[in-house]
């Protein structure tokens, strides 16, 4: 069965920086796009970034763009989200997210449990 | 600030049909782009509910329903359960932002 697993979240002062990571199971990891997505606490959701199959294609929300940078290793079946220059406003759940392909109109078919960040001094 | 927008809140009594809204523009459902549909229980990740405006995928009741018209799209619960209440989240493509797949603003539905 699909599994996405996050770590390497935690406390982090402002300015900072982490690295989270996603393993996946399950799944042939190197034919679907994969994203990151997070929630603030009480907050609804935003999405970060996300990448292409082959890590080709890239998008970042302005919110994070020129601070975060996903990629990929298709042959450790992971993906990766290396946080810098962190802000109190980054404090979220963050999700690792498969998209699903042509058969589910390319939505979030799978989600990791999430793991936190939380950004403060 | 997301360009999809949802109210809220709705609530309902066990039994009744309840209905969420996700209002966009011409620059993403309006342009025809795929509205998805996410459930989030309380404490936990998001579910997909609905794909592709309409579809539900495998172990989702068809008590659940999503349809599209114009620049709008919308969620039906019908016979809503105590299990339904939940945040609902829409989601689409909207070609005028950088990083392009948004999500709406998240209605919690409460059965009353």
């Known amino acids: 069965q699909v599994q996405l697993v996050e770590s390497g979240g935690g406390l982090v002062k402002p300015g900072g920086s982490l690295r989270l990571s996603c393993a996946a199971s399950g799944f042939t990891f190197s034919d679907y796009y994969m994203s990151w997505i997070r929630q603030a606490p009480g907050k609804g959701l935003e999405w970060v970034s996300y990448i292409s199959s082959s890590g080709s294609t890239i998008y970042y929300a302005d919110s994070v763009k020129g601070r975060f940078t996903i990629s990929r290793d298709n042959a450790k079946n992971s993906l990766y989200l290396q946080m810098n220059s962190l802000r109190a406003e980054d404090t979220a759940v963050y999700y690792c997210?498969?998209?699903?392909?042509?058969?589910?109109?390319?939505?979030?078919?799978?989600w990791g449990q999430g793991t936190l960040v939380t950004v403060s001094s | 600030q997301s360009v999809l927008t949802q109210p809220p809140s709705v609530s309902g009594a066990p039994g009744q049909r309840v209905t969420i809204s996700c209002t966009g523009s011409?620059?993403?459902?309006?342009?025809?782009?795929?509205v998805h549909w996410y459930q989030q229980l309380p404490g936990t990740a998001p579910k997909l509910l609905i794909y592709g405006n309409s579809n539900r995928p495998s172990g989702v009741p068809d008590r659940f329903s999503g349809s599209k018209s114009g620049t709008s799209a919308s969620l039906a619960i019908t016979g809503l359960q105590a299990e339904d209440e939940a945040d609902y989240y829409c989601q689409s493509y909207d070609s005028s932002l950088s990083g392009p797949r948004v999500f709406g603003t998240g209605t919690k539905v409460t059965v009353l």
């Open positions: 011409s620059s993403n459902i309006g342009a025809g782009y795929d």
């Open positions: 997210a498969r998209t699903g392909g042509s058969g589910y109109s390319y939505a979030v078919d799978y």
